[in-house]
């Protein structure tokens, strides 16, 4: 339900986990205490528990603000890979070559890679839009 809220919350680089539809909430509860984790959910009967913080219907940037709003989140922008949730790393650009499409290795100087799924990261055409947006969370 909120998988883009997860995806901007690591953007950000928060450690944001995502459940599927399938998880059980008695599970989920379990798992939010013993790993000292909120659950940002929309299921009002979840929402109930002291480890849930309950949502409403929005857009995800405006539930990220939210977020960052009613917690003390610390905020690392591209530290977090959007896919897996791993901390991301400085690769050397040698290192990407053909692991990435020429014209990027052409054009760009700086990459990351995921230290969990070792995806490679860099700042593309699409970055000027997630730093707006990140911009737009932020200053929220």
Request: net charge negative; glycine share 6%.
């Amino acid at each position: 339900m909120l998988g883009q809220t997860v995806k901007w919350l690591r953007l950000l680089g928060i450690d944001a986990e995502y459940a599927s539809q399938e998880a059980r909430d008695e599970a989920l509860l379990e798992k939010a205490k013993k790993e000292d984790r909120i659950i940002v959910t929309r299921d009002k009967t979840l929402g109930e528990s002291d480890q849930a913080f309950l949502v409403p219907k929005l857009p995800s940037g405006e539930i990220v603000s939210i977020i960052l709003s009613s917690f003390d989140l610390e905020i690392d922008p591209l530290s977090r890979c959007s896919l897996c949730n791993s901390l991301v790393s400085p690769i050397e650009k040698d290192i990407v070559k053909g692991e990435v499409p020429d014209g990027v290795y052409e054009k760009q100087v700086e990459f990351w890679q995921c230290d969990g799924c070792n995806k490679i990261y860099w700042k593309g055409t699409h970055w000027d839009h997630i730093k707006s947006n990140i911009d737009l969370i932020e200053n929220d």
